[in-house]
């Protein structure tokens, strides 16, 4: 079965090629255009600006993903109905829609988290050309699983029972946790998208001779419930840069206290993800930890994560994607339809045929 995948719900225009036979996934190609340096000048997305330059790349880039194809036919397309940027949205669905339509070819609306987390069974992939052709086989992941999804504007914590049979448990009751790296990064003026540029400041600190200390909050730690909060924790920063403005107009202090405040911010980021996952994990028995999310390609996180899941007394399994397919990619958008598709009777595939006329973007579409 070939699935052409179409993801445009933020800022990266994305459509990928994926053909599934016997078990084994292939993604015969993956093209991602990125909005990052349009967006860096504002330290963060312009909805409007990010929803023309997808008009602009979509065309081009569905046409490059399907190069590899030749004549072969495309048997679904699968494409990010929600949630995210409603006019980001709206790009790619009614594309969608529109070749679907004129194609006659099966149309599946996907949730993005959903995408996200589909990701994880694309995970040990190997590059096998230069021009990113990736070969992959299905791993088994074991049930029932908790998934973490981190990303930009996603924090959530989903028990799953089965590949498609999902229950949210606990979410982020104001920032998202790559929302609070972005806001950091944009406190300090580090750059666009805060993750990377946090944990590169954060990777430069040298611990033996640091001088300024610096300590920020984990917000809800210690609470027993499995949800988050990190608005506190940007806001502990904004107060931390305000009380230290000498520091950061001396260059020589400067460097040293944006790296140890990226540090700081870092870790207590990566604590709380920690603890409250692996405390829901003891809670609900899960048998996996699944990481997933822009945030997943943090490489503090996944040692972290995976040392501390190594030295729990129960065996729990730990699952991340390789780091290109945590952020916003259309493989996953694909590979969750695969999964859908694969559980659907006849009469559910025979509307797929209709769906051009039915699918509706939903910004807030819930897991
Ligand atoms: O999943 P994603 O690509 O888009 C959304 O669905 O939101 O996630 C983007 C988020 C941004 O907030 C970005 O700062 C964060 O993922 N991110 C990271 C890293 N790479 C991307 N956060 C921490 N460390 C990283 N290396
Ligand atoms: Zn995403």
């Known amino acids: 079965m070939i699935i052409l995948g179409i993801e445009t719900s933020c800022d990266e225009t994305a459509a990928s090629v994926i053909k599934t036979s016997g078990g084994k996934i292939k993604i015969l190609s993956n093209i991602i255009s990125s909005q990052i340096p349009i967006h860096r000048r504002y330290g963060g997305i312009i909805p409007e600006i990010a929803a023309r330059a997808h008009i602009e790349n979509i065309l081009p880039v569905i046409q490059k993903s399907l190069e590899i194809l030749k004549n072969q036919k495309i048997d679904l397309i699968a494409v990010t109905q929600g949630p995210g940027l409603v006019t980001s949205l709206l790009v790619g669905i009614e594309t969608a829609k529109t070749f679907s339509y004129a194609k006659k070819i099966p149309l599946m609306g996907i949730n993005h988290l959903k995408g996200h987390i589909a990701a994880n069974w694309l995970s040990p992939i190997s590059a096998i050309s230069k021009s990113e052709f990736l070969i992959s086989k299905q791993i088994q992941i074991k049930f029932p699983a908790l998934c973490l999804i981190v990303s930009g504007g996603h924090t959530e914590l989903i028990l799953m029972s089965g590949q498609t049979k999902y229950k949210k448990i606990g979410q982020t009751r104001d920032d998202a946790a790559g929302e609070c790296f972005d806001k950091i990064a944009k406190l300090l003026n580090i750059g666009y998208p805060g993750g990377p540029a946090i944990a ?24 027993p419930d499995s949800d988050f909060s990190f ?42 993800l ?94």
Do not use: W
């Open 231 to 272: 608005s506190g924790l940007k806001t502990a920063v904004f107060y931390l840069v305000q009380k230290n403005k000498n520091i950061l107009t001396n260059s020589k202090t400067k460097n040293e206290f944006i790296q140890a405040v990226c540090a700081e911010a870092q870790q207590s980021i990566i604590d709380v």
């Open 200 to 223: 590169a400041e954060a990777a430069k600190l040298k611990t033996t001779n640091h001088k300024l200390q610096v300590s920020l909050p984990r917000p809800m730690f210690n609470s």
């Open 274 to 367: 920690i603890k409250k996952t692996i405390q829901a994990a003891e809670k609900f028995k899960v048998k996996s930890i699944i990481l997933c999310g822009g945030v997943a390609s943090n490489n503090e996180l996944r040692k972290q994560f995976e040392e501390k899941i190594k030295n729990l007394t129960t065996k729990i399994n730990f699952y991340v994607p390789e780091r290109k397919l945590c952020t916003d990619n259309a493989v996953m958008i694909a590979m969750a339809a695969y999964f859908q598709y694969k559980n659907m009777g006849t009469k559910q595939i025979k509307k797929l045929q209709k769906n051009f006329q039915k699918i509706k973007v939903n910004p807030n579409l819930e897991i």
